[in-house]
C-alpha cells in the first residue's frame, strides 16, 4: 500500500479518524463528542439568547514570536491583553503548512485529505485551476446561520474566496486582496452595527499582513526590533527570493528579514488592539467569545527555508491559540499545556453556545479543558506538499512521499533540527503504523466533488508573489 496514495473522489466523507489508531499512542478520544456542559444559561444574563462569536485568524503568524509565549521583543502587547484574559494554550498546531487546508479545516473539523483542499491547483484547459470547498460539507458558518446567527466573514487572503466555496454560510462575505489590517477593523465595526443588536453574531476575521514581503509598519516605528536592511535589498515578489537567498542569505540579512517579520506583528498587533478596545467600548465583550489562532507559521531557515509551504516542522505548524470567555461563564483565564489543533475549534465553539457537535468532527470540544479539567492527550495530524506526519506528546515524525521517514524527540530536539538515528524507540513505530493507518482509511476520501474554478492573471500573480506557484 503507497503512503500517498491517490484520492479519489469517492463521497465517503462522513466517518470518524480510527479511534483505534489513536489509541496505539495512548491518544485517547476521537472526534464527535457531545462536549463538557453545565455552564448558566447565557439568556439569564445578557440580552442575547447565544453569546456573539468572534474568530480571528492571523495569517503566517508564528507562535514564537508572540509576548504571551516568551517573546522578548514587544510584538504583541494587544494580542498579550487577550491572553490576559483567555486560556492561552501553549501546544496549538495548524493541520497543513499553508492557509487553504488550514481555513478549510477551521471550518470544518476535517482533515485536508478529507476536505479536499490540499493543493494549491494545476494547469487545466482553462487556465490556471483550483479545487473547491464540496458544498455538501456543512461548515461552521452554516451551523451558526441555522441556529439563527448573523454570519459574516471579512479578510483579505486569495485562497479564502467565494468561488472556491469558502462563503458556504456567511450572510455577508468581503474578501479583498491587500486590506490593510485597520481597513478590516473599519469593515467588521460597519458589519457589526449595520445588523440587529438582539441576534447574536458569528464574525471571522482574517488579517493578512504578517506575511512575506513584510513591508507594514507602524508610523512611529523606532526600529526596536532590530536593522531591518538587507544587502542587496530582498525582491518583493516572491518568485525571486529563492535566487536571492541562495547567493545572499548571510547571518545579517536573515536577521534582518525576521526584523521585518517582527515589525509587520507589530503593525497587525496594534490592529487588533485597536478593535478590541472598541469591543470593549461598546460593550461587546460581555457577551462575546474570542478566539485567536493563525492559519500557519513562518520560517526563517531553520530548515533550509524561507516562508512556509515545505515539511511540517515546528516553526511552520506551531500557531497562537487562545480563547476568551464572557464573564456570563465564570470560568477564570489560565494556560492549558495539552495539545490542540485546529481541528478542535468548530467543536469547541458548537459546545460554548450549546449547539450539538458533528458527529464526524475530526476534533473535539476543548471545553473541559478550559474548566480545567484534564483530556486524555492525542497526536496532531498534519500534512504538507509530499507529506504526511504525527505530532505526539514527545516525538513527532515526518513521512515523506519520496525519501525515509525521520522522526524526532520534542524534548531533546524542540526544533527538530536532527532526525533520530538507529535503533529508533517504539514511539516511532507506533507513529509510524498509525500514520500508515491514517493513509489507509484516506484512500477512501474524496479530494472535492465540485468542479474545480479558474482563476483569473491577478489571482495567478497573486498565488505567485506570495510563493504559491514558480
Not at 94 to 107: D, E, G, I, N, Q
Not at 156 to 183: E, M, P, S, W
Not at 222 to 251: C, D, I, Y
Not at 284 to 299: C, F, K, Q, Y
Request: glycine fraction near 10%; include cysteine.
Amino acid at each position: 500500500m503507497s503512503r500517498f496514495p491517490k484520492l479519489t473522489r469517492r463521497a465517503a466523507i462522513e466517518f470518524s479518524v480510527s479511534a483505534a489508531l489513536l489509541s496505539m499512542l495512548a491518544c485517547g478520544e476521537s472526534g464527535g463528542e457531545s462536549g463538557h456542559r453545565g455552564f448558566p444559561d447565557f439568556s439569564a444574563e445578557s440580552g442575547l439568547d447565544r453569546p456573539n462569536v468572534l474568530l480571528v485568524l492571523i495569517d503566517a503568524l508564528r507562535r514564537d514570536h508572540l509576548g504571551t509565549y516568551g517573546y522578548p521583543l514587544p510584538t504583541t502587547p494587544g494580542i498579550d491583553i487577550l491572553a490576559a484574559e483567555s486560556t492561552v494554550f501553549t501546544r496549538g498546531y495548524s493541520h497543513s503548512t499553508w492557509t487553504k487546508p488550514s481555513v478549510a479545516t477551521l471550518f470544518t473539523s476535517l482533515y485536508p485529505d478529507q476536505h479536499g483542499q490540499g493543493r494549491v491547483g494545476f494547469e487545466g484547459e482553462a487556465g490556471f485551476q483550483t479545487d473547491v470547498l464540496p458544498k455538501r460539507l456543512t461548515t461552521l458558518a452554516e451551523r451558526f446561520k441555522r441556529a439563527g446567527y448573523r454570519t459574516g466573514s471579512i479578510g483579505t487572503n486569495v485562497h479564502i474566496q467565494k468561488k472556491t466555496g469558502f462563503a458556504q454560510g456567511f450572510d455577508h462575505f468581503y474578501n479583498k486582496r491587500l486590506t490593510v489590517a485597520y481597513r478590516v477593523n473599519e469593515l467588521v465595526k460597519e458589519w457589526f452595527e449595520s445588523g440587529d443588536q438582539q441576534v447574536p453574531f458569528f464574525a471571522y476575521v482574517h488579517y493578512m499582513d504578517v506575511h512575506f514581503p513584510y513591508n507594514r509598519q507602524l508610523p512611529d516605528e523606532t526600529g526596536r526590533f532590530g536593522s531591518v536592511r538587507t544587502t542587496p535589498p530582498v525582491p518583493m515578489h516572491w518568485t525571486q527570493v529563492s535566487k536571492w537567498a541562495e547567493k545572499h542569505l548571510n547571518p545579517s540579512n536573515l536577521a534582518a528579514l525576521i526584523a521585518r517579520y517582527d515589525r509587520e506583528i507589530a503593525y497587525t498587533d496594534r490592529a487588533f488592539g485597536e478593535l478590541w478596545a472598541w469591543l470593549g467600548e461598546t460593550g461587546r465583550l460581555e457577551n462575546t467569545i474570542v478566539v485567536l489562532v493563525a492559519d500557519h507559521g513562518e520560517g526563517f531557515n531553520e530548515h533550509g527555508e524561507l516562508q512556509h509551504g515545505y515539511a511540517p516542522h515546528e516553526e511552520v505548524t506551531a500557531i497562537p491559540f487562545m480563547i476568551r470567555l464572557p464573564p456570563v461563564y465564570r470560568l477564570e483565564p489560565g494556560r492549558s499545556h495539552e495539545m490542540v489543533g485546529l481541528v478542535d475549534v468548530m467543536p469547541t465553539l458548537l459546545d460554548l453556545v450549546g449547539l450539538s457537535v458533528p458527529k464526524n468532527a475530526q476534533g473535539r470540544s476543548l471545553v473541559p479543558l478550559l474548566a480545567g479539567e484534564p483530556l486524555r492527550e492525542r497526536p496532531i495530524y498534519i500534512e504538507g506538499p509530499g507529506i504526511r506526519g504525527l505530532r505526539g506528546s514527545t516525538h513527532a515524525l515526518f513521512s515523506p512521499e519520496e525519501g525515509e521517514d525521520q522522526c524526532f524527540d520534542n524534548q531533546a530536539d524542540p526544533l527538530e533540527q536532527s532526525p533520530l538515528e538507529a535503533p529508533l524507540p517504539e514511539i516511532c513505530a507506533r507513529m509510524a503504523a498509525a500514520l500508515e493507518g491514517l493513509a489507509a482509511q484516506f484512500e477512501l476520501i474524496a479530494e472535492g466533488e465540485e468542479s474545480p474554478v479558474t482563476l483569473d492573471a491577478e489571482e495567478v500573480e497573486t498565488l505567485r508573489a506570495l510563493g504559491y506557484l514558480d
